[in-house]
């Protein structure tokens, strides 16, 4: 087989049908002559039981809806390719990740984690990042946030911390939103989630983009490689165009916008040819290295800090094909952590443990039974052989009488692999100890990463911090949650505990004993380290009726940037001579990375308009750039992300914000 084939779509492409031009039928193929009448007595009359093409076609729609996953309902995929840079046969014998230059296809799921499918994708909320990657040994999916830590330390919690999230159970309000009484209640008296909720105040949870966020594994696992040598890994995706946010009030008006605001930009991302890329990286740990840190590494409240530990960068992710139907494949997706190859395993972690209960057992009652491995997006690359027969939905035709083991009407087939010839063997590590509910000391402290999160932040990502506890502990209707938050963060940062009782009207606390903690990591930071680039960003084009005819210029070199381009202005049609793609009444400044305006009207009512949208992008901190002739913007040209050259407007479009303002 060719070395570029992708497997996955070649596999896939025996599923795919295109029903253009081809003959109504049944789904048991009988050509249909009518379509429009069910079978009736008489013109008037009632209709007919034997009417069997109505009954397959209603009851195929009743039954077309399958449960929404309890969390991570709202999502959106992709497929790509994931190429490594080296061979890290040193520390993993998994072959996908041996050899420089080896091709894996995959599937990436990104979500939001409170909401329904319906909800809107710019809310505050954690995003998963699920990669199904299909090796030549079995499927194996990376399961985890664009957050590197997690609300809990043990899975047992997890039904509590869900449904203290999820909208309140007496009147299903708030949708997609962590602003209300429970999940701060939640928050106050559960305070392992310190860390985690430091994270879900920053802009971490108000991502630009799915192309423009990190991705982690969250818990710890193992690498073992061929002599059994084994490390504790995490895993980071770290996204080549940098990680970069919205802005609060920006992001909740997309909600308004355009709702399906990440889901639309990855779509067309990657129709422009813009692939998205992400590079993979691991951090590791010997295992006889488990103690040697401040912090208990098998903690999932817990980083482990870059400048300790370093990443090492293994390959690179693109995702470059759209899914042909939404349902067969994004939604009938089933990822689940226990799905691993030769040279990954698990660690102690509480909460990865549950999960590795949890994913199997979600995926029987929502994809209707044990056979979701065999729906096509799920189906792995290479062979599968079992004793496994029957059950809901099952698509293989097993032959032959056996289907057990052990037996000799088969010669013992099909029979275990030795480790040597490829079968999972787990890391054999001794465990001993009494039965016991309990959680190891080294777990019980809450707040030290918290206080070192505060203190890797600039100041504008701490006053935007402030600014999200004011919001949401500001919609927390009991006075008593809002003052034991406050009290509880007061652990984090005095400052900030201050700061956000005084906008929300509560009582300053006390001062409270913090970690003594003085060092940073400023790789947790977003500011400290941006990637500025210009490539794939977002410009909304003014135009309007005395727009000269440089504007084929302005165009031709964003474009030549890679930098989208929408005209916008008053009306939809040709002006001037341009395309106008939207008007000032279809689409928003909030849409857009940068604004150029070409153009004035001489309608005030019109230039009114103009200059709102112009206003809106100038309080979200973006760029904005203007031709010689526009005066009412040269009193803030050249000053803080406003300029009249076209090549300043490009350097200053990398930057995504000018927080100066």
């Known amino acids: 087989m060719k070395k570029d084939v992708n497997q996955k779509q070649q596999q896939l492409e025996a599923f795919r049908v295109s029903d253009k031009g081809q003959p109504l039928t049944t789904n048991q193929g009988l050509k249909i002559s009518e379509d429009e009448h069910s079978l009736k007595a008489g013109e008037r009359g009632p209709t007919l039981m034997e009417d069997f093409h109505f009954r397959e076609k209603m009851t195929h729609f009743d039954h077309e809806r399958i449960p929404e996953r309890v969390v991570h309902a709202r999502g959106s995929a992709a497929h790509g390719i994931f190429e490594t840079y080296e061979c890290a046969s040193d520390i993993t014998k998994a072959q996908f990740l041996n050899g420089k230059g080896t091709k894996t296809p995959v599937f990436v799921r990104f979500s939001t984690v409170a909401g329904s499918r319906g909800s809107a994708d710019t809310v505050r909320d954690a995003r ?24 809990i330390q043990d899975a047992i919690k997890f039904p509590d911390f869900v449904h203290a999230v999820k909208p309140e159970p007496n009147n299903e309000i708030p949708q997609a939103q962590s602003a209300h009484d429970t999940f701060w209640d939640f928050i106050a008296n559960n305070q392992e989630s310190a860390h985690m909720v430091m994270w879900h105040m ?13 991705g982690f594994g969250v818990n710890t696992y193992r690498f073992v490689n061929k002599e059994g040598k084994a490390h504790f890994v995490k895993f980071h995706w770290k996204p080549k165009l940098g990680v970069k946010s919205l802005v609060w009030d920006e992001a909740q008006i997309i909600a308004g916008k355009d709702p399906d605001f990440h889901r639309r930009d990855l779509w067309e991302s990657i129709e422009r040819g813009h692939f998205p890329e992400w590079e993979l990286g691991v951090q590791l740990i010997p295992v006889e290295d488990e103690f040697k840190f401040s912090f208990d ?18 390959g690179k992710m693109t995702l470059n094909k759209n899914v042909d139907n939404f349902f067969a494949e994004t939604e009938q997706a089933a990822f689940h952590v226990g799905h691993v190859v030769p040279g990954i395993d698990f660690s102690n972690d509480p909460l990865l443990q549950g999960r590795l209960f949890s994913y199997t057992d979600t995926q029987l009652i929502r994809l209707g039974g044990p056979n979701f491995h065999e729906i096509p997006i799920n189906k792995p690359i290479c062979p599968f052989h079992n004793n496994q027969r029957d ?16 037996n000799s009407l088969a010669s013992n087939t099909p029979s275990p692999v030795s480790e040597a010839d490829g079968g999972y063997t787990h890391y054999q590590e001794k465990v001993e100890g009494h039965k016991l509910r309990a959680r190891s000391d080294s777990f019980k402290d809450h707040f030290s990463q918290a206080r070192l999160f505060w203190l890797s932040m600039t100041e504008i990502e701490k006053k935007h911090i402030i600014n999200a506890f004011s919001f949401e502990l500001g919609k927390v209707k009991n006075k008593s949650i809002r003052k034991q938050v406050v009290d509880m963060f007061a652990h984090v940062s005095y400052t900030l505990a201050a700061s956000i009782a005084d906008n929300i009207g509560i009582i300053p606390p006390v001062q409270k004993e913090v970690p003594p903690i003085t060092q940073t990591s400023p790789a947790v930071s977003q500011i400290i380290n941006a990637v500025e680039s210009a490539q794939t960003s977002k410009v909304a084009v003014i135009v309007s009726e005395n727009t ?3 504007l084929n210029d302005l165009i031709a070199t964003l474009l030549s940037e890679n930098i989208v381009v929408e005209l916008v202005s008053t009306k939809q049609g040709i002006i001037n001579g341009y395309e106008v793609h939207e008007t000032f009444s279809t689409t928003s400044s909030v849409l857009y990375d940068g604004v150029y305006v070409t153009g004035t009207f001489q309608d005030s009512s019109l230039q009114v308009k103009s200059e709102q949208f112009i206003e809106e992008a100038y309080q979200h901190c973006k760029t904005i750039g203007f031709t010689e002739n526009i005066s009412f ?18 350097h200053l479009l990398a930057k995504h914000r000018h927080w100066v303002r």
């Open 128 to 151: 998963g990042f699920a990669t199904k990657f299909y090796t030549q040994e079995g499927n194996y999916d990376l399961v985890g946030n664009n957050i590197p830590v997690f609300f």
């Open 633 to 650: 913007l040269q009193h803030i040209a050249n000053q803080n992300g406003v300029t009249n050259n076209l090549n300043s407007f490009i």
């Open 548 to 550: 000269n005819e440089k």
């Open 391 to 406: 059950g809901y939905g099952r698509q293989t035709i097993n032959v032959g009488q056996v289907s057990y083991h052990k």
């Open 297 to 314: 590494i098998l903690d999932a409240t817990k980083i482990w800090p870059e400048e300790e530990v370093p990443v090492r960068i293994l």
């Open 202 to 214: 920053s802009d971490r949870s108000i991502p630009r983009s799915y192309r423009m966020m990190e």
